[in-house]
């Protein structure tokens, strides 16, 4: 469970270029709960993304993860709760290490190793079984390097890898966003797969706004760092893009003709 309190992020504070790129963003997810976020170039998804994994310092605000006030805490101590899955595909592996080594990093961040070197059998066997699930026949590659893998492969294992130790929150930033059509809808039902088998509490920005009333329970959507729409239930079940346009614009005053929501 993650409950954000009244999270401001204000950058180049006290110069010319001030922007705040949230604005007192009060958000509660429930343990389980898949939210869709979207919202137009520069309204904040990708910020409030960081300031929960850390990545950038608030400026007020509290951000509550897994019972543990998480505000103060460093990006390393509180990633032991988050899995994430960025845009660009190579962010999120080492290409030049073998597809076990990325696993058995990933799968060992929250446990303690002793001073046995390599991986253990059980831990291979399991890595394989794991991989066969994607259908990609990655199991039987267990000993190549990640940088041999296509964009989709290697996406598909990045999201293996945020989801195999059950994290109590999955951050999903445009993560099919920068694959082909045919690969980002495998990888999605992929991650849709993953998020139902282990119950995760999933955040997942995109800018397919078909797609955002389709996957996940919950829709979001955020205009200028500020949350104008939480649709969830029947509302959102009611609703067809042509219908969340015009309520967005309602809501923001904003025109979503030039932007890239709509070209999707």
Known sequence: MIKITGLTKIFDKGTINE????DNINLTLAEGEFVTVIGGNGAGKSTLLNCIAGVHPVDAGQIVLNSVDVTEMPEHKRSRWLGRVFQDPALGTAFDMTIEENLAIAYC?????????GLRRHEQQYFREQLALLGLGLENR????????SGGQR???TVLMATIVQPKLLLLDEHTAALDPLTARKV???TKQLVAEN???????THNMKEALEVGSRTIMMHNGKIILDLQGAERAELTVEKLIALF??????????????LN
């Not at 922007?19 to 949230?22: D, G, R």
């Not at 267990?142 to 893998?149: G, I, T």
């Open 199 to 205: 119950k995760l509490s999933t955040l997942m920005i």
């Open 155 to 157: 996406q598909a294992l």
């Open 188 to 190: 999605l039902a992929l």
């Open 19 to 22: 922007k705040t790129a949230l």
């Open 249 to 262: 614009e309602e809501r923001s005053g904003a025109y979503l003709a030039n932007d890239r929501l709509l």
């Open 109 to 117: 961040k929250n446990k303690r190793r002793g001073l046995q070197p």
């Open 142 to 149: 267990l000993k190549d390097k990640v940088s041999l893998l």
